[in-house]
């Protein structure tokens, strides 16, 4: 059976603080592996990573993939009172359907 | 950026009636959409996988007679919940990818159903 493991489930930290966020992947036939931030609704997409050791980059937040060791993180730079919300993680096999993971629960002090 | 809208975002119904949700996108055509289900403080449930003109695949222990899931276009997959109780009361999210090169999924803003 697939799984996705997220920690830490739940992170608190202030401003301007740097988080890591970790995600690990056990998914047969691994396509791709996403990072979405969710706030009151639905998640809203971040990123996908298909290839070990290439950082994707969007403002404060990145991340990367490593596929020898099923692992991703996603860091968050210099924190905002906005970046709090639940990230979730989730990998994708041959039937394209996302494993989540349970998230992690960042909250940011200001 | 991909859009996928979600109607309507909440609504509140008696028990025994059905409750149909909707899933558009706005700006690609979705050859598919999941359905998805969360409850509070938990990640998202996979309830079953839609393709354009054939019938869903349903997740283990997701009754599709309670769970009706048409996606008559590349457009638009609906959801309709028979015969509500309430432990039907959820917040249903659906998702889509456009064409087959992406893992992508673009989420729906999600329907909270609340059934009295």
């Known amino acids: 059976e697939d799984k996705v493991v997220q920690s830490p489930l739940s992170l608190v930290v202030h401003e301007g603080d740097t988080v890591t966020l970790n995600c690990s992947y056990e998914v047969t036939n691994f396509r791709s592996l996403l990072w979405y931030k969710q706030e009151k609704k639905a998640p809203t997409f971040l990123f996908m990573l298909?290839?070990?050791?290439i950082e994707k980059k969007s403002g404060r937040l990145s991340s990367i993939l490593d596929k020898k060791e099923l692992f991703s993180i996603l860091n968050i730079t210099a924190t905002q009172t906005g970046d709090s919300a639940v990230y979730l993680c989730a990998a994708t096999g041959s039937a394209r359907q996302l494993t989540f993971g349970s998230g992690t629960q960042l909250t940011v002090l200001p | 950026g991909a859009v996928v809208s979600q109607h309507p975002s909440r609504v509140i119904c008696k028990s025994g009636t059905s409750v149909k949700i909707e899933c558009r996108s706005l700006d690609f055509q979705a050859t598919t959409m999941f359905w998805y289900r969360q409850f509070p403080k938990q990640s998202l449930m996979l309830m079953a996988t839609s393709n354009e003109g054939s019938k869903a695949t349903y997740e283990q222990g997701v009754e599709k007679d309670k769970f009706l899931i048409n996606h008559a276009s590349l457009t638009l997959s609906t959801l309709t919940v028979t015969s509500a109780h309430p432990e039907d009361s959820s917040f249903y999210i659906c998702?889509?990818?456009?064409?087959?090169?992406?893992?992508?999924?673009?989420f729906g803003p999600g329907t909270r159903l609340t059934v009295l």
């Open positions: 298909t290839s070990s050791g």
């Open positions: 998702s889509a990818i456009g064409g087959d090169t992406t893992d992508t999924q673009y």
